[in-house]
């Protein structure tokens, strides 16, 4: 059975740090790039960041742009999101999505890829 498992979600107060991972079960992420989605409650699904298959390319939302760091290991099948300076509106539940044979993308519905079941992010004081 294909799955996608997140992990590291948490609650942090603003200007705090988090990091997420995700990891697959029944595949290898290799050939898939992998992109972390956010959706806060009434919200679309809004991309975050994105890696390329091969980790040489990133892409990130201007709203997370010099606070997010996603990065991958092909070796230990893995990819992270670093997220510092935390802000209120980063809470959401956060999805690690894999795409296979697409280049990184941060617009998809939750029809297209692989999705995980999500970790909650809560930024609160």
């Known amino acids: 059975q294909v799955q996608l498992v997140e992990s590291g979600g948490g609650l942090v107060q603003p200007g705090g740090s988090l990091r997420l991972s995700c990891a697959p079960s029944?595949?290898?992420?290799?050939?898939?790039?992998t992109a972390w989605f956010r959706q806060a409650p009434g919200k679309v699904p809004e991309g975050v960041s994105c890696v390329s298959d091969r980790g040489g390319s990133t892409l990130y939302a201007d709203s997370v742009k010099g606070r997010f760091t996603i990065s991958r290991d092909n070796a230990k099948n893995t990819v992270t999101l670093q997220m510092n300076s935390l802000k209120s509106e980063d809470t959401a539940v956060y999805y690690c999505v894999a795409f296979l044979g697409t280049p990184c993308r941060l617009r998809a519905s939750k029809s297209y890829g692989y999705w995980g079941q999500g970790t909650q992010v809560t930024v609160s004081s």
């Open positions: 029944g595949f290898t992420l290799d050939y898939y790039a």
